[in-house]
């Protein structure tokens, strides 16, 4: 302490002000996506997805049924600072994306100088994944922290040779694997990379290697742990996912992933990554070093390959399954930039970056006032996009009309559809005691039992009289219930509202 008491305001301030000045455009960039950001999540509510995981994040596990742990305790991180608030989410959200772009630009500038970096963070911010789809904070967001530290390591090693390196990429790739089960990609990435260049093939035979393996493994053992004392629930979840689909035409699902990652990752961009990366590959040196530049190229194309077969039969062609390729592809095509840049090729990147962001600007707009006012033809039970909106006024309707009615809060809410349950639980007053549970998904409700839900603890919400409110009324007959209705609200303080809900409460 003695050391900084003499310290003046300008002794401190000093070292921030030469960061800014030494990297401009990242602090730059990260407070203008900083404001828009904060703009527009005034208007909507976190993914249930998001509310999903704040839940886990009160009732801590070394798994869950769908995802290992890492994205509750993130969240638990954030909020046991924070508070438990709709703020803190978005905060941890956007500080979350922050150290993603952050990790990116330090690499890239590492690997290949500061225009490269530069030009990274400004083919990032072209994609939908990397604006609007930073408002989410998911199991991969974490998991992308994680893929980083690892690259880095990785690309450290082959610059080094030092065997430490493969250590620590352990380390991280166990903590990427606490994050999301993809994690294993990675790996998958560094023995294609070691195959595919014959100067790295006498890595099958590093002992380090397998050493980092196994840190690795330890550090995700506790996941494994879990699932053995938990019927292997997570696992059978994710293979039950990618198992073969028989009710589609074939190809379809390979389609839709494609399509899904042109969307999200800029469909100029994407090609032009695939490209570069391919170009590299061929240019490479066959019996030489490996470069930094093939070696990013092989991770990068290593899990956009496998996912592209994998949904050739397999079902849920979700696109962001690809974030870790166009995240890894995105560095090398930064240096590729930077590189025509140099070379008189300005007005080709100009043309290509610009049409990007033009192209994400639009749609990025047309996305945000579908959300706030519905245009598209988009059927409203299948419109994703409705789930984020609303439910400030549906959660504070919900609560006057179960106080006009002399009704306390309830301490469980319980929908069939776990976005319903999740946005009531977060805005409902006093929501750090109310949990969700899920009739669609069962397995959901670890932190949720059925046996701690009693007629006095508990209300019963549905948003679809025709469908939902069926299986809730079936639900609570099965345990002996009859189920008095509360009435349906559809009004708020300011109009009509979005998502009407019907109430019940159940009754011996």
Same mark, same amino acid.
């Given at each position: 302490m003695a050391r900084f008491s003499g310290a003046s305001p300008a002794d401190v301030?000093?070292?921030?002000? !030469?960061?800014?000045? !030494?990297?401009?455009?990242?602090?730059?960039?990260?407070?203008?996506?900083?404001?828009?950001?904060?703009?527009?999540?005034t208007a909507v509510s976190p993914h249930p997805d998001v509310i999903d995981h704040w839940m886990q994040s009160r009732m801590l596990s070394w798994s869950y049924y769908e995802h290992p742990p890492m994205i509750a305790w993130w969240i638990r991180l954030f909020t046991s600072v924070l508070g438990e608030s *709709?703020?803190?989410?978005?905060?941890?959200? $956007?500080?979350?994306?922050?150290?993603?772009?952050?990790?990116?630009? %330090?690499?890239?500038?590492?690997?290949f100088g500061s225009l490269a970096a530069v030009f990274t963070l400004v083919l990032l911010w072209a994609t939908q994944f990397f604006t609007l789809g930073t408002l989410v904070l998911n199991i991969d967001s974490v998991m992308l922290l994680c893929w980083l530290g690892a690259l880095a390591c990785w690309m450290k090693y082959l610059e080094t040779n030092n065997p430490r390196w493969l250590l620590w990429m352990g380390v991280a790739g166990g903590l990427g694997g606490l994050s999301k089960y993809v994690m294993v990609l990675f790996y998958l990435g560094v023995a294609v990379t070691c195959a595919m260049v014959p100067s790295l093939r006498r890595e099958f035979k590093n002992p380090y290697q397998y050493a980092g393996g196994a840190i690795a493994l330890a550090v995700f053992s506790p996941v494994l742990f879990w699932n053995a004392t938990h019927d292997w629930v997570s696992f059978r979840h994710q293979l039950a996912k990618g198992g073969v689909d028989t009710h589609v035409p074939f190809g379809k699902h390979l389609l839709e992933f494609t399509v899904g990652w042109w969307l999200l990752f800029s469909v100029v961009l994407s090609v032009w990554a695939i490209a570069e990366a391919a170009g590299w590959i061929r240019r490479a040196h066959p019996r030489g070093r490996v470069e930094p530049e093939t070696a990013l190229a092989w991770m990068g194309l290593t899990p956009l390959v496998f996912f592209s077969i994998a949904f050739i039969l397999g079902s849920f062609p979700d696109p962001k399954y690809a974030d870790t390729a166009f995240l890894t592809l995105f560095i090398l095509l930064g240096h590729s930039a930077a590189l025509a840049w140099q070379q008189r090729g300005q007005v080709m990147v100009t043309w290509m970056v610009g049409s990007a962001w033009l192209i994400n600007l639009a749609l990025g707009l047309m996305v945000?006032?579908?959300?706030?006012?519905?245009?598209?033809?988009?059927?409203? +039970?299948?419109?994703?996009? +409705?789930?984020?909106?609303? $439910?400030?006024?549906?959660g504070q309707a919900v609560a006057d009309h179960l106080i006009n009615q002399g009704v306390p809060l309830p301490q469980y809410v319980v929908s069939y559809f776990y976005p319903l349950a999740s946005q009531l639980a977060l805005h409902l007053p006093r929501h750090p005691l %109310?949990?969700?549970?899920?009739? *669609? !998904?069962?397995?959901?409700?670890?932190?949720?039992?059925?046996? %701690?839900?009693?007629?006095?603890?508990?209300?019963?919400? &549905?948003?679809?009289? *025709?469908?939902? &409110?069926? $299986?809730?009324?079936g639900y609570a007959a099965e345990r002996g219930w009859k189920l008095v209705s509360l009435g349906r609200v559809t009004e708020g303080r300011g109009g009509p509202l979005r998502h009407p809900i019907e109430i019940y409460r159940p009754m011996p």
């Open positions: 301030l000093q070292p921030i002000a !030469r960061f800014i000045s !030494r990297h401009p455009v990242l602090v730059a960039g990260l407070a203008v996506h900083a404001l828009i950001i904060s703009l527009v999540n *709709e703020s803190t989410l978005k905060f941890a959200a $956007w500080v979350t994306n922050a150290l993603i772009m952050a990790g990116a630009y %330090a690499l890239t500038l590492r690997l945000l006032v579908h959300t706030l006012r519905p245009f598209l033809p988009i059927p409203a +039970q299948a419109d994703n996009s +409705q789930q984020v909106v609303g $439910w400030h006024e549906t %109310a949990f969700s549970h899920s009739l *669609e !998904r069962p397995l959901r409700n670890l932190w949720s039992p059925d046996q %701690a839900l009693t007629t006095n603890n508990t209300l019963f919400f &549905c948003e679809q009289p *025709e469908k939902d &409110c069926r $299986w809730i009324a």
